[in-house]
């Protein structure tokens, strides 16, 4: 192998991160709204916050990896292009841990990324709050001396400290939340407070403020049983609705797609505006054969990250050795972005010299299969294998946690009278696996 060829697939395993999300204006983006059902995250909640006499607060929902972020930051372009300060925040960076979290959590991180994104607010309101309460918490590990010997800098970063204990040490998690929860609403008072001024010292380009915080849809959802008799999405979203939406400023949270799909979904409405989906990119049509269309835009989708390391690379005969090797890797992704990055990424791994052959994309569906292989219980391949037959998904925890795990994809598509209408199928890694296949036999008897 030689310098240059190891460089050139250096550069290619890393431009296909999964875990980056393209920031708002990258020329690597690719809108994929035609064949997402005609989904634009600025009009669908764009216009809400831009036309919305009142403060807005809206849940986005998609499967994870979907591509929710990169949308999410092309939102906060828009609407800054529009004369909106955004905040923006990915909570499980800093603030959360998706495993467990609750509501008091949330409202935390939403504080500590409006204090310190908007320096030239009055921060008296939140540090008072924190100085009244100094004592309590500072038994949590917070600074032992007296609040008000802290520089101004190091009041402001206790809430950060805190969000930091709460995502990374168990044992002090639920102390903080036993001292935070009874003061909620004192909380959220200080920091309306804050807003308030906040929106009066905003750059001259600017007029309101929005917050987005992303990737709570990570947050693993726990049964009713598991979690006390009504389940933990229940209790963030519904019971804590009222101070999710009491912020003095428009608010975008990402919420888990299962909990779109729960029984509670006509309550979410009520509480929120509708929430929206961010649905896969349709990669074939309900009768198993390709959508063109959006095999077309996955292919702009590698094409557009691949010139940027090599203008001059071709997908079918330099990236890959044939265009069924490329066809097959994307449509084996299900229009999932993330697991198709992971497998290019794989193929990459298993090449010496390009271009990427038929064996090294098998071996990289192969590894990915495997990790879906082994997310389904024994009880659970009967439900995919009806879900591939039927294209529909009933209202139950089962189908709810298929679809958190991404076993299930959800897909979109414009009827005839131009009305979006849902439809599901079980990822395609899935029905390689022969549990599935046997499972699906067994319906034909």
């Known amino acids: 192998m030689t310098q240059n060829t190891e460089k050139l697939l250096k550069d290619l395993y890393n431009t296909f991160n999964p875990s980056s ?52 930051r092309r939102l906060e372009q828009h609407l800054q292009e529009r004369g909106y300060f955004v905040v923006y925040f990915a909570a499980d960076a800093e603030d959360i841990n998706p495993e467990d979290t609750e509501y008091t959590d949330i409202l935390l991180a939403c504080t500590r990324h409006l204090l310190e994104s908007i320096k030239e607010a009055d921060s008296k309101p939140l540090l008072n709050w924190m100085k009244d309460r100094w004592n309590d918490l500072k038994d949590l590990g917070l600074r032992e001396i007296s609040f008000e010997e802290l520089s101004l800098e190091a009041q402001i970063s206790q809430f950060a400290k805190l969000t930091a204990k709460v995502r990374t040490q168990p044992s002090m ?21 804050f807003i308030g001024n906040a929106k009066k010292k905003l750059p001259n380009k600017y007029s309101q403020l929005v917050a987005i915080a992303d990737n709570l849809d990570r ?27 009491a912020l003095d400023c428009h608010v975008v949270y990402t919420v ?27 990669v074939q049509n309900l009768d198993g054969s390709a959508h063109q269309p959006g095999l077309a835009k996955i292919k702009e989708l590698i094409k557009k990250r691949v010139q940027k390391i090599d203008q001059n690379l071709s997908l079918e005969t330099g990236l890959f050795d044939t265009k069924e090797t490329l066809e097959r890797l994307c449509l084996m992704s299900g229009g999932h972005v993330r697991d198709l990055m992971k497998m290019i990424r ?66 979109r598509y414009l009827d005839d009278e131009a009305e979006k209408l849902p439809w599901y199928d079980v990822h395609p890694l899935i029905k390689g696996v022969p549990q599935f296949k046997e499972a699906v036999a067994l319906i034909g008897l």
């Not at 909640?45 to 009142?54: D, F, P, Q, T």
């Not at 001292?179 to 200080?190: N, R, S, Y």
């Not at 888990?256 to 990119?281: C, E, F, G, W």
């Open 173 to 193: 998690r639920q102390k903080i939340r036993e001292k935070i929860d009874p003061q909620t609403q004192t909380l959220i008072d200080a920091l309306n407070e």
């Open 21 to 72: 999300p393209l920031p708002a204006g990258d020329p690597q983006y690719v809108d994929c709204g035609e064949v997402r059902g005609d989904d634009d995250i600025t009009v669908d909640l764009g216009r809400n916050i831009e036309r919305s006499e009142e403060m807005t607060c809206q849940l986005y929902a998609g499967h994870r990896g979907a591509g929710k972020s990169t949308e999410l």
């Open 256 to 282: 888990p797609i299962s909990m779109v799909h729960s029984n509670r979904a006509a309550d979410l409405s009520d509480k929120y505006n509708t929430p929206q989906v961010l649905p896969m990119i349709l």
């Open 346 to 411: 794989e193929a990459v791994n298993q090449t010496e010299n390009l271009p990427i052959t038929g064996k090294a994309a098998q071996r990289a569906i192969t590894k990915e299969r495997d990790v879906y292989r082994r997310t389904p219980g024994k009880d659970e391949w009967p439900i995919l294998a009806k879900v591939s037959l039927s294209h529909e998904i009933d209202n139950d925890e089962q189908h709810r946690n298929l679809l958190f795990n991404r076993c299930i994809l959800e897909y």
């Open 219 to 245: 947050i693993v959802p726990f049964s009713a049983t598991e979690a006390g008799g009504r389940s933990n999405l229940d209790q963030i979203f519904l019971d804590r609705s009222e101070q999710l939406k």
